[in-house]
């Protein structure tokens, strides 16, 4: 036995007593032993989940997923998914011995950190949603990420699932050749668009530079595209979606009917990921239609806090995830008000300039009555608004707990928009607010 493990094990279950989560066990675990997470014995099965949006969605479907057809999983439900999480995801469901007690692993990985721990995790396959450029000063750019990924999956002998609408995320594929390739694909729908004025990443082939030829996209660079000279981009789909019903929230893949757990593009395509992920093991895409139809958005994706009256808040992080937040809420019927809290700590990226690349003047409808900018940078966003033409429908106010109450005394549906550092916090001030109301 050894006797770090122990240690990291008995914090793990004093702060689960205490009814706390969070990643202490896993610093402590890597700060007494550097190589902690590459100990461990993993399970048959291990998908690791990495992108730049919709990770924590997708590992939490494919998760439930996997346990409707009886089978023991862990994942990082919370999306902890930088080494001190996953450190201390793994120790706690260990035995004494670094062995994880379970059937499968479903991790979501950072993309910025999936190449430190990628052999480490021993994974049977990898998940790749999409790739937007994001925090800049954090990650750099988009291209570098890449290039990490496609340096470690060179010799990896596993499944890639791969959103085949992504020409960044092909670009993986281009050099595993050692891989099982799986692509997953969403067809034209009522929202898809022959032009795109969203910030695009995907323009030029990256085997001979040409610009690539798009049939449709379904936003930013997301759609059906092709090169002419090569032919990059031409991949059969081991699932495609198709029959995109936003109206009642149904599709169908595979011959199949599904319901979506979300009216939404990206809900669409985080279906699609877990379809792929199903076939790939052989386990009834029936088991993901049962998770689809129940399936509750936490953590702040599309979570809802019932105030005076709904109010729903979802994280964005950057121009592509913001656009689609925004999509969402004006999608959504009557008046309403919106709290953006926007803040500019390591793990949102001190580089708020982003936001000059979100569509914000869609904001600009009579059925957006109010936004309250908060956070540490509100005058920022205040600002951003204010170029829009919104400058008399905007009301600063700094505190949280103060904004989120003015929210609740509007008496008018409500969505909060909230970067990282904010969003546990002020689920937690929606939480309490929301208990005068039950």
């Known amino acids: 036995m050894d006797m770090r493990l122990a240690l990291v094990k008995g914090v793990s279950s004093l702060l689960k007593k205490a009814g706390r989560g969070g990643s202490f066990p896993g610093t402590l675990a890597l700060r007494m032993d550097p190589d902690f997470i590459a100990r461990f014995q993993m399970p048959e099965i291990v998908i690791l989940v990495t992108g730049t949006n919709g990770k924590t969605t997708t590992q939490n479907l494919i998760a439930q997923s996997l346990r409707a057809a009886g089978l023991k999983v862990i994942n990082n439900a919370r999306g902890d998914n930088l080494n001190v999480g996953i450190a201390s995801l793994l120790a706690a469901n260990s035995d004494m011995h670094y062995r994880i007690k379970a059937d499968a692993a479903v991790i979501e990985v950072d993309e910025l950190t999936l190449y430190r721990q990628f052999s480490h995790l021993h994974p049977t ?18 291209e570098t990420i890449i290039r990490k990924i496609m340096a470690v999956t060179k010799d990896f002998t596993g499944d890639l699932i791969l959103n085949g609408n992504d020409p960044n995320v092909l670009r993986i594929g281009l050099h595993a050749e050692k891989a099982r390739k799986h692509y997953f694909a969403v067809d034209r729908c009522s ?5 795109t004025n969203e910030a695009s990443e995907g323009k030029f082939c990256p085997v001979c530079g040409n610009r690539l030829h798009y049939e449709y996209y379904q936003y930013s660079h997301i759609g059906k595209f ?4 090569d032919g990059f981009g031409k991949v059969p789909y081991d699932i495609e979606v198709t029959d995109i019903d936003f109206q009642h929230g149904t599709f169908t893949a595979d011959g199949n009917s599904y319901k979506s757990f979300v009216n939404t593009i990206y809900g669409v395509y985080n279906c699609a990921a877990v379809l792929t992920a199903l076939k790939v093991y052989h386990i009834d895409p029936a088991c993901a239609n049962k998770v689809f139809g129940s399936f509750v958005m936490k953590e702040g994706r599309n979570e809802l806090f019932k105030l005076s009256k709904p109010c ?8 592509t995830g913001t656009n689609e937040v925004l999509k969402y809420i004006l999608s959504r019927p009557g008046d309403k008000n919106i709290l953006i ?4 700590n390591d793990q949102d990226g001190h580089d708020v300039s982003w936001i000059w690349d979100a569509h914000f003047e869609r904001l600009n409808v009579p059925e957006v009555k109010m936004i309250v900018c908060s956070g540490t940078r509100a005058y920022d966003m205040a600002l951003r608004l204010k170029y829009e033409g919104l400058e008399d429908r905007i009301h600063v106010e700094e505190n949280a707990e103060k904004a989120v109450k003015w929210l609740d005394d509007a008496n008018l549906d409500s969505y909060v928009i909230s970067t990282y550092t904010a969003l546990h916090s002020t689920r937690a001030l929606l939480a309490k607010e929301a208990q005068k109301w039950n």
């Open 125 to 142: 396959a990898l998940v790749v949603t999409n790739f937007f450029r994001d925090q800049l000063d954090r990650a750099g750019e988009m």
């Open 191 to 195: 929202i898809s668009q022959q032009q």
């Open 226 to 229: 092709w090169c002419e000279h």
């Open 312 to 319: 729903i808040i979802n994280l964005a992080k950057n121009p």
């Open 341 to 344: 809290l926007l803040n500019d």
